[in-house]
């Protein structure tokens, strides 16, 4: 199974559908929420090459973006094989 690392804020609604959609596949997750830390929100913008916004998702240590790549990946068919 793949290593997934979601960072997320609280109140992000694409965070909620990108956790829904990873827990609809059965894809465990490290989910770190990076609302009010902000040492965890620059090593988001650190390690997703300068994105701020959330979801950022990351397989196997590579940047996916959020959301909405995410569920592209999955309407190509690609993401299963990713998650492994």
Same mark, same amino acid.
């Given at each position: 199974m793949a290593d997934v690392t979601i960072y997320t804020t609280h109140y992000c609604p694409y965070c909620i559908r990108a956790k829904a959609l990873l827990d609809q596949k059965?894809?465990?997750y490290r989910e770190v929420d990076v609302t009010n830390d902000n040492s965890e929100r620059l090593r988001l913008v650190e390690r997703s090459g300068g /994105? /701020?916004?959330v979801p950022q998702i990351f397989i196997d240590g590579k940047s996916i973006g959020g959301?909405?790549?995410l569920a592209a *990946?999955? /309407?190509a068919?690609? *993401?299963d094989s990713m998650l492994g």
């Open positions: 059965g894809v465990a /994105r /701020r916004t959301y909405d790549e *990946l999955d /309407r068919g690609e *993401l």
